[in-house]
């Protein structure tokens, strides 16, 4: 690695000392090989841990041999997880089905949610907290009202997930996850480095925090980059117990990208700001050939898919398109046939798929493929798909922002599906509407997008933030930096 910078220094120096480390490193500041620099400066026994299985393969090539990289769902099926292997990857499974096989003919939906919302967490039993607020209900005596109805089913569907061979409730990777951190398991190691802490659901926190006895904790991440709040993750970094450093000094941009990444940063009350480096001169400007197109839905990603391959380049998808072509099957449904893929056989038209995509929290992450096939046609889509080219011989790649995390291009463009806010009934001196506020989330993903490139930058469907009130108050001074 390079010489490393006063920030990796002072990392460095903690580490040696024994602290217990949160280290807020922002987007290109060198938080792998700054972890790597700890673990090479000793002889003891380490543990990486990431969420993506991917990035651990990549980073047990680069860590020194002392160190083990995992994801955490690896660890916990080493563990327990092993003993659930008939149970995983079952055929989907329509909330009212498990419902009517747990005994109970309404509030299924609920009652799946409760559960999936209790192995998110750091508890130890199923709660009223646990059941969803659902839309006409949030009232508190409403609320207890549901609560008393749903947790007695909520637990019965716990109890059957115990079961390692059979059982009526789909068993997927989030249960074998919190029936080892119920375990209260040791991991048995000197140190833990911990990757994109901001995004670690309570679960895997609580497993993590517990190794403090016998290990040296090191969490590292972005808060600026915690988008997967929708899954139950959060930003477990600004309480963490032990010292909070910063890495600012960012490798892959310059100057002028930076200040645009601070604009974000200072609209999402981020704990730190970047400096770019003169090395990279990064421009912000149009892009007609972008290496990367980033858009905020999966449907605006079908969208700038298919534009590309209409004017004749050779795009890909991150990702890839096999769950699109996948999907496409839903043709079949639509011409009033059933389908023999797994994902949809259990669906008899496509009115019955529409419906379990929009109401099912089983079915919630087909919803945007359903909405793209309603849109474009299936016909449309597995032409598209048959298109698609392998990344490194396209011209082009499409990803969402979220996608897009921890990846980087040289030339990136951000589509047009990232809209401001709506306006608010208030007016200005002018008479102009004033926009409401930036939603923090919505800075944060745009913040992820926008640093994804080294060399140009095409704001495109986020350059309405240099308007915006928000986008417009001057950034602050990095306030997690020690050494300012």
């Known amino acids: 690695m390079p010489n490393p910078t006063d920030e990796q220094h002072a990392a460095a120096d903690a580490f040696r000392s024994g602290h217990h480390l949160a280290l807020q490193a922002g987007a290109g500041t060198g938080k792998t090989s700054t972890l790597i620099l700890l673990a090479s400066g000793t002889r003891r026994r380490g543990r990486y841990i990431a969420f993506d299985k991917a990035i651990a393969q990549e980073a047990a090539g680069r860590f020194p041999p002392t160190v083990t990289c995992k994801t955490a769902l690896a660890l916990a099926f080493a563990a327990v997880?092993?003993?659930?292997?008939?149970?995983?990857?079952?055929?989907?499974?329509?909330?009212?089905?498990?419902?009517?096989?747990?005994?109970?003919k309404?509030?299924?939906?609920?009652?799946?949610?409760?559960?999936?919302?209790?192995?998110?967490?750091?508890?130890?039993?199923?709660?009223?907290?646990?059941?969803?607020?659902?839309?006409?209900?949030?009232?508190e005596g409403l609320h207890a009202q549901l609560a008393q109805a749903v947790l007695p089913f909520a637990r019965k569907a716990w109890a059957d997930l115990q079961h390692p061979e059979e059982g009526v409730v789909r068993f997927d990777h989030d249960h074998y996850l919190k029936i080892w951190a119920l375990s209260d398991p040791k991991i048995d190691a000197d140190f833990l480095l911990l990757d994109e802490a901001q995004d670690t659901n309570p679960v895997l926190e609580h497993v993590f925090t517990a190794q403090r006895a016998h290990a040296q904790l090191v969490m590292v991440g972005d808060s600026a980059q915690a988008?997967?709040?929708?899954r139950g993750?959060?930003?477990?970094?600004?309480?963490f117990d032990g010292t909070a450093l910063s890495l600012s000094q960012s490798f892959r941009f310059g100057p002028l990208?930076?200040?645009?990444?601070?604009?974000?940063?200072?609209?999402?009350?981020?704990?730190?700001?970047?400096?770019?480096?003169?090395?990279?001169?990064?421009?912000?400007?149009?892009?007609?050939?972008?290496d990367a197109v980033l858009c905020r839905t999966n449907v605006g990603a079908?969208?700038?898919?298919?534009?590309?391959?209409?004017?004749?380049?050779?795009?890909?998808?991150?990702?890839?398109?096999?769950?699109?072509?996948a999907l496409a099957a839903a043709r079949d449904l639509k011409e009033g046939r059933r389908t023999s893929h797994p994902e949809l056989l259990l669906f008899s038209s496509w009115g019955e798929l529409q419906d379990y995509a929009e109401h099912d929290p089983a079915g919630g992450d087909l919803r945007p493929f359903v909405d793209l096939i309603d849109k474009h046609g299936a016909e449309a889509v597995l032409a598209a798909v048959d298109r698609l080219t392998p990344e490194p011989h396209a011209d082009a790649t499409v990803s969402t922002a979220h996608r897009a995390k921890g990846r980087e291009w040289a030339r990136v463009r951000i589509a047009g599906d990232f809209s401001p806010p709506k306006d608010t009934d208030q007016h200005d001196a002018n008479g102009r509407p004033v926009p409401g506020p930036v939603d923090d989330a919505e800075a944060r993903l745009a913040y992820v997008a926008v640093?994804?490139?080294?060399?140009?930058?095409?704001?495109?469907?986020?350059?309405?933030?240099?308007?915006h009130p928000d986008g417009r108050r001057p950034p602050a001074p990095n306030p997690a930096s020690p050494l300012q």
């Open 106 to 139: 309404a509030l299924s939906h609920a009652v799946l949610r409760t559960v999936t919302r209790y192995c998110h967490s750091a508890d130890r039993t199923l709660a009223r907290h646990h059941v969803p607020r659902l839309r006409g209900l949030e009232d």
């Open 451 to 467: 640093t994804r490139t080294r060399e140009r930058l095409d704001l495109g469907g986020l350059s309405w933030i240099h308007d």
């Open 302 to 325: 079908m969208n700038q898919v298919m534009e590309h391959l209409a004017s004749g380049r050779r795009v890909a998808l991150a990702g890839g398109g096999d769950g699109l072509r």
């Open 227 to 230: 988008i997967y709040g929708w």
């Open 257 to 290: 990208l930076a200040a645009e990444a601070n604009r974000w940063l200072t609209i999402a009350d981020a704990p730190i700001r970047l400096t770019g480096t003169h090395a990279v001169p990064t421009v912000l400007a149009p892009v007609d050939d972008p």
């Open 233 to 239: 993750a959060r930003d477990v970094m600004t309480g």
């Open 81 to 104: 997880g092993h003993r659930y292997a008939r149970r995983l990857n079952g055929l989907r499974q329509a909330g009212w089905k498990t419902g009517m096989a747990l005994g109970i």
